[in-house]
């Protein structure tokens, strides 16, 4: 149980969420947004987070789209992950949230909620950096549209009052091929040593991972070693791996080589899945 009491509040449209959160900070509440709530519970009960006010988004309709809108895949942040995944309105987007927790947790666990958590791994925001996606952001100065290499630099770069009300990604993305795994330690639900995830474009490999450093990224420089057809494959990912944006994580579920490990495993299935491995 959470040690703390809180009031709560549900607004149903963009401006009402964001006038409360005003209203309710200037009162010294330490207001939060809250969809799915289940990352609210657990921090909650580890105290730590405290918030006096909670301010759930799931009755704001924008927060709930779940469409194709001129030729854009539209998903709303309050979807659950299992709801995202079942629509299967973008294939590159569902195998992602289908291979996020369990069963139990993704139909708790919303869309918006996994991008915007504090737990490093925040698998769904691979196929939108993938994609080249916009996410819609509200707050205090309106709502924006931002590329999300703009506004998710290791995590998503939300200011105080803002949350997320949707991602638009290209239609176009529903149909590339793409290759996606998810490597634990235990084949029992546990957090993931890595999730990576291929997209092809145009010849061209894309390339996006979780787990492997202390946050998701996409690396143009390993998508570089990749996509250099003059390398063996071998090469292309050794490469690749030495282009690793950030220090590789070692610690109880896997030390640095044998992520690094599993990483070079992955980039094999993958590029032989896409038909990137040379005969």
């Given at each position: 149980?959470?040690?703390?009491?809180?009031?709560?509040?549900?607004?149903?449209?963009?401006?009402?969420?964001v006038?409360?959160?005003?209203?309710l900070?200037?009162?010294?509440?330490k207001?939060i947004y809250?969809?799915g709530?289940?990352?609210?519970?657990t921090?909650?009960?580890l105290?730590?987070?405290?918030?006096?006010?909670?301010?759930?988004?799931?009755?704001?309709?924008?927060?709930?789209?779940l469409?194709?809108?001129?030729?854009?895949?539209?998903?709303?942040?309050?979807?659950?992950l299992?709801?995202?995944?079942e629509?299967k309105?973008?294939?590159?987007?569902?195998?992602?949230?289908?291979?996020?927790?369990?069963?139990?947790s993704?139909n708790?666990i919303?869309?918006g909620?996994?991008?915007?958590?504090?737990i490093?791994y925040r698998?769904?925001i691979?196929?939108?950096?993938?994609?080249?996606?916009?996410?819609?952001?509200?707050?205090?100065?309106?709502?924006?549209e931002?590329?999300?290499?703009?506004?998710?630099?290791?995590?998503l770069?939300?200011?105080?009052?803002?949350?997320?009300?949707?991602?638009?990604?290209?239609?176009?993305y529903?149909?590339?091929?793409?290759f996606?795994?998810?490597?634990?330690?235990s084949?029992?639900?546990?957090?993931?040593?890595?999730?990576?995830?291929l997209?092809?474009?145009n010849?061209?490999?894309?390339?996006?991972?979780?787990?492997?450093?202390?946050y998701?990224?996409?690396?143009?420089?390993?998508?570089?070693?990749?996509n250099?057809t003059?390398?063996?494959?071998?090469?292309?990912?050794n490469?690749?791996?030495?282009a690793?944006?950030?220090?590789?994580?070692?610690?109880?579920?896997g030390s640095r080589?044998?992520?690094i490990?599993v990483?070079?495993?992955?980039?094999?299935?993958g590029?032989?899945?896409l038909g990137?491995?040379?005969a």
């Amino acid at each position: 149980m959470l040690h703390f009491n809180f009031d709560y509040y549900r607004p149903s449209t963009i401006k009402e969420a964001v006038d409360l959160f005003v209203k309710l900070d200037k009162r010294g509440k330490k207001p939060i947004y809250f969809s799915g709530g289940t990352e609210v519970t657990t921090l909650g009960r580890l105290n730590l987070i405290h918030t006096k006010a909670v301010i759930d988004v799931k009755g704001i309709p924008e927060c709930n789209d779940l469409e194709i809108r001129e030729n854009y895949v539209v998903v709303g942040a309050a979807h659950t992950l299992t709801k995202v995944f079942e629509s299967k309105i973008f294939p590159l987007l569902g195998e992602a949230c289908v291979r996020i927790a369990d069963r139990t947790s993704r139909n708790q666990i919303t869309f918006g909620g996994n991008l915007a958590s504090d737990i490093i791994y925040r698998e769904a925001i691979l196929p939108l950096l993938l994609s080249n996606s916009t996410l819609v952001i509200a707050g205090i100065d309106g709502v924006k549209e931002y590329p999300v290499e703009e506004i998710f630099n290791e995590k998503l770069r939300l200011k105080r009052g803002e949350f997320l009300v949707q991602t638009k990604s290209d239609g176009k993305y529903r149909k590339q091929p793409f290759f996606i795994d998810k490597k634990r330690k235990s084949e029992k639900v546990d957090y993931p040593l890595i999730t990576l995830e291929l997209l092809k474009v145009n010849r061209s490999y894309r390339l996006a991972i979780s787990g492997l450093c202390a946050y998701p990224f996409r690396s143009y420089e390993m998508e570089q070693a990749l996509n250099n057809t003059n390398l063996s494959v071998e090469e292309r990912i050794n490469q690749a791996i030495l282009a690793i944006p950030a220090p590789v994580i070692s610690d109880i579920r896997g030390s640095r080589d044998y992520r690094i490990f599993v990483l070079r495993n992955l980039l094999l299935d993958g590029l032989a899945y896409l038909g990137g491995v040379r005969a």
